[in-house]
Structure formats: structure tokens, C-alpha cells
């Protein structure tokens, strides 16, 4: 089945510079990626997602990018700001399952 | 307002007390699934389901149970918890497996 790897586990970046988020998955079948972000104390949220027909993906400052080759795919935020600050999920979509990676949490340093 | 909705947000239990999470979602979704996270392990899906009457095992099933008797309603059934059953639950729901997941919540469980 899916298995999903997430990395970094704990990102710290200075308020206006770019964060990025990798993950890597281990299905090659596996046809869509999604991104979750989870504020405290609220169930996840999807931000972006992707299909494995495209190789990128933009929405104002977040973008994801997707090497179907490696299989890997990657969150980018830009200009972060505060609010950015959160957990954020990968997740491959399997057979039947949504796999989710091990999560990210990351702080925006004013 | 479309929304999962799970109850109770927090509860302490004891050891081998049955005890039911409730989840409902109002968007008449197919797909409803239970997850717990804990710090490091990310979200582990518990059970699914892709219809009434229709339910799976996830990745980490052991001791616990699920119905799908009516689409919006997917209870989440620990009939012995034990200690290592404490952690933070999701219940989600979504259209199709190609869809976005709109989670509820989630419900703090501490088994002492």
C-alpha cells in the first residue's frame, strides 16, 4: 500500500522568507496529492492539491510541485506571515486510503 | 453550513469502559473515515467507509469497531479502551477518494 514520508518535522522561518515542505510517496499508481494545514486546535484543512496530470500547482503564495519520476512532491510557501504558522500534512491518495505523511510544524519568527 | 461535527470534543475514560464518538456530516458525502494523530506518527486511519453498510479497516483498526447504518451518521465504537488508545480522533468526510476531506473537530480521548 501508500506510504507517505514527510520532512522536515519542525520548520522555524523568519516572517517574509519562503518555507518549503517535501514529501515523498512510494505508490507509483497513486494519482493525487493533497495539502492539509491544522491550526491549534481544529481538525486539518486543505490549502492545495495536486494531480498527477500536472506538475505544478499555484494559489497566491502557496505552490506545489510534483516529480512523478522521484516520486516526490513539495509545499512552498512564500512571503510567510504570521498566520502561516501551523501543521501541515501531506497526503498520497492509495487504492482505497488517503495516507497522510508524518506532519510539519512550522513557526513564522517575526 | 457544511461541516462535520464530532462529539464530545474531549473526554476522560477508564480502562475497559465501552464508550462511543459520534461523528454526523451534512454535505452527503460517500466517504467518511476515522483517524487518530499523535505527536510523530502524523494522521493513522483507523477505519473508512465508501457507503452505507460498506466499512474497511484502515491502517491501525485493533480495538475498534464502526456501523454505516444511515450516510451521515459514522460512530467510532472502543469497546475495551485501553491506555494506548489515548490520542487526538478525526472524523472526515469527502465525495470520492479524489476529493477534498473536510475533517471535523476531533475528540480528545484520555484512557486512565
Known amino acids: 500500500g501508500e506510504n507517505v514520508e514527510q520532512h522536515p518535522s519542525t520548520l522555524s522561518v523568519q516572517e517574509g522568507d519562503s518555507a518549503v515542505i517535501k514529501c515523498t510517496y512510494s505508490d507509483s499508481a497513486s494519482n493525487y496529492f493533497p495539502w492539509y494545514k491544522q491550526e491549534l486546535g481544529k481538525g486539518p484543512q486543505l490549502i492545495i492539491d495536486i494531480r498527477s496530470n500536472v506538475g505544478e500547482k499555484k494559489d497566491q503564495r502557496i505552490a506545489v510541485t510534483l516529480n512523478k519520476t522521484a516520486k516526490h512532491f513539495s509545499l512552498h510557501i512564500t512571503e510567510t506571515q504570521p498566520e502561516d504558522s501551523a501543521v501541515y500534512f501531506c497526503?498520497?491518495?492509495?487504492?482505497?486510503?488517503?495516507?497522510f505523511g508524518q506532519g510539519t510544524r512550522l513557526t513564522i519568527n517575526p | 453550513e457544511a461541516q462535520v461535527t464530532q462529539n464530545p470534543r474531549y473526554l476522560i475514560t477508564v480502562t475497559g469502559k465501552k464508550l462511543t464518538v459520534t461523528c454526523s456530516q451534512n454535505?452527503?458525502?460517500?466517504?467518511m473515515s476515522w483517524y487518530r494523530q499523535d505527536p510523530g506518527l502524523g494522521l493513522r486511519q483507523i477505519y473508512y467507509?465508501?457507503?452505507?453498510?460498506?466499512?474497511d479497516k484502515g491502517d491501525v483498526p485493533e480495538g475498534y469497531k464502526v456501523s454505516r447504518k444511515e450516510k451521515r451518521n459514522f460512530p467510532l465504537i472502543l469497546e475495551s479502551p485501553s491506555p494506548n488508545q489515548t490520542s487526538l480522533y478525526f472524523c472526515a468526510s469527502r465525495t470520492g477518494m479524489v476529493a477534498e476531506a473536510f475533517f471535523g473537530q476531533g475528540t480528545r480521548l484520555t484512557v486512565v
Open positions: 454535505m452527503n458525502h460517500e466517504y
Open positions: 467507509s465508501m457507503n452505507v453498510e460498506v466499512t
Open positions: 497526503a498520497g491518495q492509495g487504492a482505497q486510503k488517503l495516507v
